[in-house]
Each structure stands twice: as C-alpha cells, then as structure tokens.
C-alpha cells in the first residue's frame, strides 16, 4: 500500500511528512496540489481538506491534515521516529512549539517576501515577522547548543518538523552561519540515510513559475 501526499515543494508542512515517511521507509507517492494557483482554495481539493491547507494524507482509507497528525500516524505505523518512553510530552510541546512560532511564523513570511506579486509585499510586516523569527532561532540554537537531537537521544519527528523550512534558499531572514547549534543540527539531519532536499522529493519549485 501506498500514501498518497498531496503536497507542492514550496511546502516546508509537507515536507516534514515528506520527509518522515521517506527517513522511516514507508511507501508513498507525491500528488502535486498548484497551491499558487489556488487549488488548495476550490474544489475537489476542499472536500479533501476544508481547512483549504497543504498537506493531505491519504492512507489506507484514511485521510488526514495536519503535518503533526501525519508525522505521529507515520511514527506509530512503523515504530520509526516517535518519543522514546517517558519523552512523550516533551516532543508534542515542540512539535506544537513548531507549528506556532517556527514553520507557521516562517511560511507566511516566506511567502510574503518571495512568492508575493512584489507590488503588493509588506515590508514593515515582513520586518517584523523576521524579528520575532529571530527569537525562535535564538530557542531552537540554545536548546541545541548542548544536545543533538531536540528530544531524547535520537532523531524524532519533531527534528523533522523544526527544520523543515531551514533547507529552502529563499531568503526569510534566516542565516545557517548565525545559528551554529542549528547549522551543525541540520547537517545531522541532512546526514541521515535517504535524507533529502525539499525540492527533490516533492515535484514544484519556484522555477517552474519564473
Ligand atoms: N498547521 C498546518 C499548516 C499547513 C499550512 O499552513 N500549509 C500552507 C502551505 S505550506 C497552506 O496551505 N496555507 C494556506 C493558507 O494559509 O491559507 C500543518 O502543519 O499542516
């Protein structure tokens, strides 16, 4: 059986499933959703997912949102990536630490600086989100400075999920060499077998709109 992501490359949220699925060895195959020319906002895509966002999951008759949910579905089918035991909390409080103040402060404004009809780019927004990002790189760097991993012992999905947007080159007022903990981190990551780019293990990337 295969997983059916619907996912695009831009997505840093697909690829921490992307990636989970691909580090663990489960079967899946990407469906390629043309968020930028807003297939996520119409149908059939909102029967899939009314909250209108990317990813979606669909296994074994299942269909899941939520990249969390997807990592902790994965992590338990194939016993790959979860807490060890007693660490249960502490990697829910960063997968939702995550979702909040990293990739969710992370992907509006890389979108907004990037991807956005450059008339219509907020600077002063842009300016202020890249500040308040620059406090989480400064959680995230302190908490790896003295661990290798951000739960436990070993690589977790919440590894996955806190970088999952800090492999992109698209400038969002985050530099690898002002974070040392978290550029030796992603190199860890980057290290481990079957690790792949966001871009070559999902189809989209922002040449193909140039
Ligand atoms: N918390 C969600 C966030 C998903 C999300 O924001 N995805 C983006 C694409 S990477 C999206 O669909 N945005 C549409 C919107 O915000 O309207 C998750 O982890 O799956």
């Given at each position: 059986m295969t997983a059916d992501l619907y996912c695009f490359g831009e997505s840093g949220n697909a690829y921490k499933v992307a990636l989970t699925m691909t580090l663990a060895g489960y079967g899946w195959r990407p469906i390629f959703v043309d968020f930028f020319n807003g297939e996520a906002r119409r149908e059939p895509f909102l029967s899939l997912n009314p909250m209108g966002e990317v990813p979606v999951l669909v296994d074994e008759g299942k269909t899941l949102t939520q990249s969390g949910v997807m990592q902790l579905h994965i992590a338990r089918k194939t016993g790959r990536f979860g807490a060890a035991p007693g660490d249960e909390d502490e990697l829910l409080r960063w997968l939702f630490w995550d979702n909040h103040k990293l990739s969710g402060q992370i992907g509006a404004t890389r979108f907004l600086r990037n991807f956005l009809n450059p008339a219509k780019r907020p600077l002063e927004v842009i300016a202020w989100q890249e500040a308040r990002l620059k406090v989480a790189y400064g959680i995230l760097d302190r908490h790896l400075a003295s661990r290798d991993w951000v739960v436990g012992q070993a690589p977790t999905i919440a590894d996955f999920a806190c970088c999952s947007y800090l492999y992109?080159?698209?400038?969002?007022?985050?530099?690898?060499?002002?974070?040392?903990?978290i550029d030796r981190w992603l190199d860890r990551i980057a290290g481990l077998p079957g690790w792949e780019h966001p871009y070559d293990l999902m189809p989209g990337r922002p040449s193909d709109r140039a």
């Amino acid at each position: 059986m295969t997983a059916d992501l619907y996912c695009f490359g831009e997505s840093g949220n697909a690829y921490k499933v992307a990636l989970t699925m691909t580090l663990a060895g489960y079967g899946w195959r990407p469906i390629f959703v043309d968020f930028f020319n807003g297939e996520a906002r119409r149908e059939p895509f909102l029967s899939l997912n009314p909250m209108g966002e990317v990813p979606v999951l669909v296994d074994e008759g299942k269909t899941l949102t939520q990249s969390g949910v997807m990592q902790l579905h994965i992590a338990r089918k194939t016993g790959r990536f979860g807490a060890a035991p007693g660490d249960e909390d502490e990697l829910l409080r960063w997968l939702f630490w995550d979702n909040h103040k990293l990739s969710g402060q992370i992907g509006a404004t890389r979108f907004l600086r990037n991807f956005l009809n450059p008339a219509k780019r907020p600077l002063e927004v842009i300016a202020w989100q890249e500040a308040r990002l620059k406090v989480a790189y400064g959680i995230l760097d302190r908490h790896l400075a003295s661990r290798d991993w951000v739960v436990g012992q070993a690589p977790t999905i919440a590894d996955f999920a806190c970088c999952s947007y800090l492999y992109y080159p698209e400038p969002f007022g985050f530099a690898r060499a002002d974070w040392p903990a978290i550029d030796r981190w992603l190199d860890r990551i980057a290290g481990l077998p079957g690790w792949e780019h966001p871009y070559d293990l999902m189809p989209g990337r922002p040449s193909d709109r140039a």
